[in-house]
């Protein structure tokens, strides 16, 4: 079973669509959870961290259970430029130390 | 947030040769750098964690025969893949992170390079 499963996709939504990405771990001594964005042949670049109590930025909202061990990427009025791979990734270990560990990608297609 | 850089972009290189790549933090001191790499249509996986002045941490399955990891300061690492062969062709991409600021416990940040797409002919 992979550490981080996600559902490969892809989801092609037209522009102004509401799209949910949904990411499961395994480990349960995973810390910290974050979402990252990867554009075609480019590196990863973080979106946004998750808390247990949810939180906000903008268009985009992430919300982590732990007790299911579920992560969950909202994402509101979808724009061409949201097209790109979504990552979920989680945190092995606590306060600064401890690797990332990243899932397979979820792939998001806007279209006008 | 921070730049990390890593040369060359891409790479070609024949088989049994041996490429290296740097990774550089530009504007900030990385006591720790990531090396990942990526095969199409999958997920990041870690091959090596490498501390400063320190040998590099190695993850299961991964050779440190093979892929030799140099941290020689706090601004620069260097991966060397060793005798490649077509099935190391792949993206490789670096991490780096700033050592702990004084007073601080949050999370911080992993800086990605923009990666090395190397091919094995």
């Known amino acids: 079973r992979k550490e981080v499963e996600q559902d490969p996709g892809p989801f092609n939504v037209p522009e102004g669509a509401t799209v949910a990405f949904n990411c499961t771990y395994s480990?349960?001594?995973?810390?910290?959870f974050f979402w990252y964005r990867q554009d075609c042949r480019k590196e990863p670049k973080l979106l946004m961290s998750?808390?247990?109590s949810g939180n906000e930025d903008g268009r985009f909202t992430a919300q982590l259970n732990r007790a299911s061990q579920y992560i969950s990427l909202l994402i509101r009025d979808s724009k061409l430029s949201d097209s790109a791979t979504y990552l979920c990734?989680?945190?092995?270990?606590?306060?600064?130390?401890?690797?990332?560990?990243f899932g397979q990608g979820t792939t998001l297609q806007v279209k006008p | 947030g921070a730049v990390v850089s890593q040369h060359p972009s891409w790479v070609i290189c024949k088989s049994g040769t041996s490429v290296k790549i740097e990774c550089r933090s530009l504007d900030f001191q990385a006591t720790t750098m990531f090396w990942y790499r990526q095969f199409p249509k999958q997920s990041l996986m870690l091959m090596a964690t490498?501390?400063?002045?320190?040998?590099?941490?190695?993850e299961q399955g991964v050779e440190k025969d093979k892929f030799l990891i140099n941290h020689a300061s706090l601004t620069l690492s260097t991966l060397t893949v060793t005798s490649a062969h077509p099935e190391d062709s792949s993206f490789y991409i670096c991490?780096?992170?700033?050592?702990?600021?004084?007073?601080?416990?949050?999370?911080?940040?992993?800086?990605f390079g923009p990666g090395t797409r190397l091919t094995v002919l």
């Open positions: 990734v989680v945190r092995l270990g606590s306060g600064n130390t401890g690797k990332l560990i």
């Open positions: 991490s780096a992170r700033q050592g702990v600021a004084s007073g601080r416990a949050s999370y911080n940040e992993q800086f």
């Open positions: 480990n349960s001594a995973s810390q910290s």
């Open positions: 490498s501390n400063e002045g320190s040998k590099a941490t190695y």
């Open positions: 998750v808390y247990s």
